[in-house]
């Protein structure tokens, strides 16, 4: 179970930049949660059959199996020199790295990943590990980009379906853990066309619209209140897409929490696409909750 006491926040670690920058989040992340740290490197080789081992005639501590236990030492240092006591293990295992995090997420308490990693095409904005891990995991999973302002909202993406249900409850939690305020984003669109000689009216009622979906954001919040009657709780009900409007938000947030799909106008063809985007364009770190089956 993910909220299993004592689930670890599990850190993906390949020897880049931005996973030891995810490693410093993590190690917050795990601290502030009272959860063990497990750094975990996905280790593809074996898989290939490319010899591992130090070559016989190679220095030693060379071969790929010695570098991987290098980089995942360097990550459990970096983990421990940012949060001093904090219990921390690395490990190495046999797998493409996507795999092999997708099959920690059943039994973590959060996942936590680099934007980018030493490879891939430097045309993405961001890796494919993290891309693949955040739409697919059972957890949340947090991405280390941009910068993290600490006083900042947590921000939140709203779309008015339950899809957005657990990213409230994880962001209300988040915001509760800082001690700062929770910033709930609606962003809508409408009406939309329908397509080309859709009859549609020519003049809409724009506080209408407004008011029906400042009341969509209300509802949506009301469990909140609830559970959380203490935590600052701001709005913003923007005509918009969510992408941008997120975005936006984000310069000023220490993070922004999204579902890993919502209510996309065309179902099945748009799924994701918010996660998708944020994890692109934010300036801070992301939060993928799953959204529910
Ligand atoms: N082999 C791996 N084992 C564990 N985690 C990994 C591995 N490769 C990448 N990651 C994680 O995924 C993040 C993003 O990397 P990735 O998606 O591979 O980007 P890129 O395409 O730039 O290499 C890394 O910062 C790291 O947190
Ligand atoms: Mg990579």
Do not use: K
Request: glycine residues 12%; charged residues 20%; contains cysteine.
């Amino acid at each position: 179970m993910n909220s299993a006491d004592g689930a670890a926040v599990v850190v993906g670690v390949d020897g880049s930049e931005p996973a030891l920058r995810a490693v410093r989040l993590a190690a917050v992340e795990a601290d502030r949660r009272r959860r063990p740290l497990r750094v975990v490197h996905g280790f593809i080789w074996p898989l290939l059959r490319v010899p591992v081992g130090q070559p016989p005639d190679g220095p030693p501590g060379s071969g790929l199996r010695h570098q991987a236990e290098d980089l995942v030492a360097r990550a459990v240092a970096e983990a421990e020199a940012t949060r001093p006591g904090l219990r921390t293990t690395g490990e190495i295992i046999d797998g493409e790295a996507s795999a092999v995090l997708l099959g920690e997420s059943p039994t973590a308490a959060m996942i936590v990943l680099g934007d980018r990693g030493l490879g891939g095409f430097t045309a993405l904005l961001v890796g494919s590990v993290a891309v693949q891990v955040a739409t697919h995991a059972d957890c949340p999973v947090l991405v280390a980009r941009g910068e993290e302002r600490p006083g900042g909202p947590v921000v939140v993406g709203v779309d008015g379906s339950p899809l957005s249900r657990p990213a409230l409850d994880f962001a209300a939690e988040q915001a509760a853990f800082r001690g700062t305020t929770l910033h709930a984003v609606h962003a809508y669109r409408h009406p939309t066309s329908g397509g080309p000689g859709d009859m549609q009216p020519l003049v809409y009622d724009q506080n209408e619209l407004r008011d029906e979906e400042q009341r969509v954001l209300t509802e949506s919040l009301a469990g909140i209140a609830e559970r959380y009657p203490d935590l600052p709780v701001t709005r913003e009900v923007v005509r918009d897409r969510p992408v941008p409007a997120l975005t936006a938000a984000s310069r000023h947030a220490a993070m922004v929490v999204v579902g890993s799909r919502g209510r996309g106008e065309l179902t099945g063809l748009l799924l994701g696409s918010v996660s998708h985007g944020l994890l692109h364009h934010s300036a801070c770190p992301v939060a993928v909750v799953r959204a529910p089956d």
